[in-house]
Every structure is written in structure tokens, then in C-alpha cells.
């Protein structure tokens, strides 16, 4: 597999290319930020965070909350924990893995393998692949078949909300990438520089559009499945009730209702 | 007391949607969370709040008997098969309730599908389907003519 920003690196210098994803990085902090300063999100964390403090019934310490962290980790961000049904679950973890990689790889190729006379180990551009080629599959799966408002509401499948514009953008980027790959490995023609100019497009809204999407929620829910786990473990559990002293019995083999 | 829903603890999953009988649990189309979209619509069947498998849903009390800082939350655990409410006070009071979601396993009770497809005969009956076995009882109780005060048939 070609080091895709190597093969590009003849028309645009590398240096051009760090600034931009130096650009987009800057564009999601502040964008976060501003995310943050609007909706008010931090402000009613901490506040939810004291009045759950207030309403503890016992003191969590610190070596508890470095085990609740480490089972956040891994339950509720590296195995997608929160969702219930399986099948956003799978779709969530595609994408998820995809997009790690697909960033991880990208920023290692620009910032270090960005040349042809040094496109770095082959497995670089395979995992980049790789990434998108998961972000594609996990977001069409979830885009097309696992849309809230497609399958409970019964809304048409190509109908865009602004909700579509982090997921699609997203999508966008790692398909046009996919194409455009190949394309400028095969050399600097036409369809090359269209796929390319679509894959800065994509991407500048991806991160460009942080305070109206939802990108941010890959920084906040972190956080806010932590707390949940330190008020369950401190006795406030957000005022519900504790759960009943019975034995679990019957199973739960039953399927869930879809009325339609 | 209508429902609402914590939109932060919402993961979209649509449940309650499919659940509600009077059809006002909705998605929000900018955040795709799910909202009880006509509150005073809400016949307050809870089935959302049970539904919900975050529970991310919640009453919301009336202004006149249950003003603000009182919280009305349940907890549905289908494994346990009980359903617990836990209704806080204003002034601090506290009360909390476990009830059996049902008496029977899950899966115990035939499905409309399970059943033998009725005759056509049965259209001119008067029960309805799977009366009376479905009911438990041998025959549904009549009232003979006889009985009826003079002059209404």
C-alpha cells in the first residue's frame, strides 16, 4: 500500500499539509470550547457533580475512583458499554476503531512519513486504509440501518438533520480518502486532485464544525459515564432507587417490542 | 405526572418511542435524543420510564402537589423482574416502592400468532377472540333475558 500524502508530497509541500492538520486540530480544541461555553455542558456537569457530592450517602476514595475510571475505560469507552442494543453497539465500535486509526495514522504519515523519498513502513498506509475502510463500513451500517429516527420514528432513510452532519462529514472523509488514495497513487490526474479537493472539503467540516455536530461527544461522554459510576458507587445515583434485593430469575429472553 | 427525558443520559435507542401508546415520545432532530414532544397529552401509562433501558427518563409532579426539588425515579430490572420507585419530598420525606413487573416468566404467555386461526364462524359470535380460554374460565358469564327488568327487551 502507498503512503498517500507521500505520493502527494511532489504538488504540496509538507509543511503545508502539518499546517493543515495542525488547522484542524485547533479547529476541534476550539470548537470544543465554544461547545462547551454555549450549551453550558461544564457548567452543569460540575454543578450536577457537587449536588451528587452533597447527596452522597458514602465517601468514595481515591484508589476507588482510579477503579471506576479503569472500568470506564474499558466497559463504557473501549467496549462502547452504554449502548443496548447490539447492533448500534457494533456499528459504534467500527467507527469508533476506525476513526482512531484513521486520525492516528494520518497525523504519523503527515508529520513524519510526509515525503516520497521516506514514505515509512508499509503497515502505515495499511492501517490508514484500514481505518477508513472501518469508519465506511461502520457509518454506512449505522447511517443507513441504525438511525433512531429511521427505525423508531419511520422517517425516510435519506432524510438529513443537522444530527447527520458529524456522522456524514465523517463518512464523507474516509470515503473520499478511499478514493482518492488509489487515485494519486496511480498519479496526479484529474479525478486525484477532484478526490483530493473532496477530501479537504469533507474533512474541513469534519473538524471545522465541532460546535454544531456532535464530535464532541467523544470527549464528554467519557466524563459523564465516569460520574455516573462514582454517584452509584457514592449512594446518590442521581435519586434513583437502589436496586431490588432479589434475585435475578426469570432471565431476560424476551424481545423487545417495534410497533410498526 | 408527565414524563421527560435527561437528554445527556439518553442514548437514543428509540425504545420509548416504540413503547408509547399515546405516540408522543419522539427523536429531536438536531440532537437525536429522544422528548415527550406533547406533555399534556401524556396519559402517565410510565411505560416509557420502565422502557428505558438508561433510565433516562422521569416524572415530572405537578406544580401543586409536588413542587420544585421533590424527584419521582424508577428502575426497571427485567432480569429481577421488579420494577422500584423511589419518590423523594421536597422537604425531604422519602419513599420507596418494589413491585413485580408480572407473576409469570418471561415468554409464558402465547402470542396472538401462537393460537389456532379463529372459523369464520366466529365473526357472529359475541366473545371475542380466544374467549373464554383466554380468560382462564370455562364459559364467560351470561344474563339470561329472564332477568332483565320488563319492558327493556
Known amino acids: 500500500m502507498h503512503n498517500p500524502f507521500a505520493a502527494i508530497s511532489g504538488s504540496i509541500p509538507p509543511l503545508a499539509m502539518q499546517i493543515y492538520v495542525a488547522a484542524m486540530f485547533l479547529l476541534v480544541v476550539a470548537g470544543t470550547l465554544i461547545d462547551l461555553a454555549h450549551k453550558g455542558s461544564a457548567r452543569y456537569f460540575f454543578k450536577h457533580r457537587r449536588r451528587a457530592n452533597r447527596g452522597a450517602t458514602r465517601r468514595v476514595g481515591a484508589g476507588e475512583t482510579a477503579a471506576l475510571a479503569a472500568q470506564t475505560l474499558v466497559v463504557s469507552v473501549l467496549a462502547a458499554g452504554e449502548f443496548c442494543s447490539f447492533w448500534r453497539r457494533a456499528t459504534h465500535l467500527l467507527t469508533m476503531y476506525g476513526f482512531v486509526l484513521y486520525v492516528i495514522t494520518t497525523a504519523v504519515l503527515v508529520f513524519v512519513y510526509p515525503t516520497a523519498a521516506a514514505p515509512g513502513p508499509a503497515i502505515l498506509p495499511a492501517l490508514w486504509y484500514a481505518g477508513a475502510a472501518l469508519v465506511c463500513a461502520g457509518g454506512l451500517w449505522y447511517w443507513l440501518l441504525q438511525r433512531v429516527d429511521v427505525v423508531a420514528e419511520g422517517n425516510p432513510r435519506f432524510r438529513l438533520v443537522r444530527a447527520d452532519l458529524f456522522s456524514l462529514s465523517l463518512l464523507a472523509s474516509a470515503a473520499c480518502g478511499l478514493i482518492w488514495a488509489p487515485l494519486q497513487a496511480a498519479g496526479d490526474g484529474l479525478w486525484a486532485k477532484v478526490f483530493f479537493g473532496l477530501y479537504l472539503f469533507s474533512n474541513t467540516i469534519l473538524f471545522g464544525s465541532v460546535p454544531w455536530s456532535k464530535f464532541a461527544h467523544m470527549f464528554y461522554k467519557p466524563a459523564a459515564a465516569l460520574q455516573r459510576r462514582i454517584e452509584e458507587a457514592n449512594g446518590f445515583r442521581a435519586n434513583l432507587p437502589a436496586p431490588a434485593d432479589r434475585p435475578a430469575t426469570f432471565g431476560s429472553a424476551r424481545r423487545r417490542p417495534r410497533n410498526y | ?153
Not at chain 2, 98 to 123: D, N
Open chain 2, 1 to 153: 405526572m408527565p414524563t421527560f427525558v435527561y437528554m445527556t443520559n439518553c442514548d437514543g435507542c428509540g425504545y420509548c418511542v416504540d413503547i408509547c401508546p399515546s405516540d408522543i415520545m419522539h427523536i429531536d432532530t438536531q440532537y437525536r435524543r429522544a422528548y415527550n414532544a406533547e406533555p399534556n397529552m401524556c396519559w402517565e401509562c410510565y411505560s416509557c420510564v420502565k422502557a428505558c433501558p438508561q433510565q433516562a427518563i422521569d416524572c415530572r409532579g405537578y406544580a401543586d402537589f409536588a413542587p420544585l426539588g421533590h424527584s419521582v425515579r424508577v428502575l426497571r430490572e427485567e432480569e429481577k423482574a421488579t420494577v422500584s420507585w423511589r419518590i423523594k419530598f421536597r422537604d425531604g420525606r422519602e419513599k420507596n416502592f418494589v413491585s413485580p413487573i408480572r407473576t409469570t416468566p418471561w415468554g409464558s404467555i402465547k402470542g396472538p400468532a401462537e393460537y389456532a386461526p379463529p372459523r369464520a364462524g366466529a365473526l357472529a359470535s359475541q366473545e371475542l377472540a380466544h374467549e373464554p380460554e383466554g380468560l382462564n374460565i370455562e364459559a364467560l358469564p351470561t344474563l339470561a333475558g329472564s332477568r332483565f327488568k320488563k319492558g327493556l327487551v
